[in-house]
């Protein structure tokens, strides 16, 4: 079975680009996560979406960051404009549930030059 | 207080040797509690969930101390694959939290 599948996997980009972050979940998982793992702060969640409905968006940085879900199988995280400060790994991750089991993608490797 | 913490280590044990891990968390109210593990450069996966009377697999055993807020991992017998890095996670107000993890480095 397919799990949760990330493009791209590596992405560098120069400060001011737009850079979009492509997520599909595992088919029949109503909760789709996405998370920024740096070495500092460890792994953090940006916002956590419930049947394609964003619940909880707390953690997204600020107005730079934007996530949407248009249905059940596809996800995007944008930045624009990207920031050197953003250089970091971003990781999906889907379940059946908030508090379910949840199920990671490979990941994107983001650097912001 | 951080709402999940962990000793970052690094761990660093003998093949062959028993090496434990504990986790402290905030909310009292939490219910979810799962250990996952990360290699280096790849995604968290989950290694097992953690249930109020302990559970056991195989070489892994975790268990859960409500009055004191805390879980644990125990590895038995270490394997040079068990190298890599531990994330307790926990809910909380919702959402599971993860911890930033203890890196364990097994030795030949």
Not at chain 1, 69 to 74: G, I, Q, R, T
């Amino acid at each position: 079975d397919a799990g949760v599948i990330q493009s791209p996997r590596h992405e560098v980009t120069e400060m001011g680009q737009e850079v979009t972050l492509r997520c599909k979940p595992i088919s029949g998982h109503n909760s789709l996560f996405w998370y920024r793992q740096t070495m500092m702060r460890g792994l953090e969640l940006l916002i956590y979406f419930n049947n394609n409905v964003p619940i909880d968006d707390s953690g997204m940085p600020e107005d730079r960051f934007s996530a949407k879900m248009p249905n059940a199988s596809f996800s995007t995280l944008k930045i624009q404009p990207s920031e050197p400060r953003d250089s970091a790994v971003y990781f999906c991750a889907s379940s059946f549930g908030p508090l379910q089991t949840q199920y990671f993608g490979p990941g994107t490797r983001l650097t912001v030059l | 207080r951080k709402e999940v913490e962990q000793d970052p280590g690094p761990f660093n044990v003998p093949e062959g040797a028993t090496v434990a891990f504990n986790c402290t968390y905030s909310n009292s109210a939490s219910q979810s509690f799962f250990w996952y593990r990360q290699d280096c450069r790849k995604e968290p996966k989950l290694l097992m969930s953690v249930y109020s009377s302990g559970n056991e697999d195989g070489r892994f055993t975790a268990q859960l101390n409500r009055a004191s807020q805390y879980i644990s991992l125990l590895i038995r017998d270490s394997k040079l694959s068990d190298s890599a890095t531990y994330l307790c996670v926990v809910d909380a107000w919702g959402n599971l939290i993860f911890g930033k993890g203890t890196k364990l480095s097994v030795k030949p």
